[in-house]
Nanobody
Framework: VQLQASGGGLVQAGGSLRLACAAS????????MGWFRQAPGKERELVAA????????FYTDSVKGRFTISRDDAKNTVYLQMNSLKPEDTAVYYC????????????????WGQGTLVTVSS
């Protein structure tokens, strides 16, 4: 599976962005999908994940109620809608695919996309 992330950019606090991750290669619908992020000087963390059937989603506590993960298997794409953005959301965001939902650890991830930078100004 090859993953291509897009949609990052600069936004003011309180604004919104939507990240997209397009997949190609092996069967997209068989994988759990997720978004991780890494802020400067911090470890990479799982932000959100969706299982293969989209029947279950996971969010880290700091983004609950603000971020929404979704997948469109017809388009082989997973999205991360980010609302009410805060400066502490500034990070490089990575999409990921794996067979173990909710991709809680990096070693559960089989495939990584390149990062896309999200910068939230105060």
């Amino acid at each position: 599976v090859q993953l291509q992330a897009s949609g990052g950019g600069l936004v003011q606090a309180g604004g919104s962005l939507r990240l997209a991750c397009a997949a190609s290669g092996r069967t997209f619908s068989a994988y759990a999908m997720g978004w991780f992020r890494q802020a400067p000087g911090k470890e990479r963390e799982l932000v959100a994940a969706v299982n293969w059937s989209a029947s279950s989603t996971f969010y880290t506590d700091s983004v609950k109620g603000r971020f929404t993960i979704s997948r469109d298997d017809a388009k082989n794409t997973v999205y991360l809608q980010m609302n009410s953005l805060k400066p502490e959301d500034t990070a490089v965001y990575y999409c990921a695919a794996g067979s173990r939902y909710p991709l809680r650890a990096e070693n559960w991830v089989g495939y990584w996309g390149q990062g896309t930078l999200v910068t939230v100004s105060s």
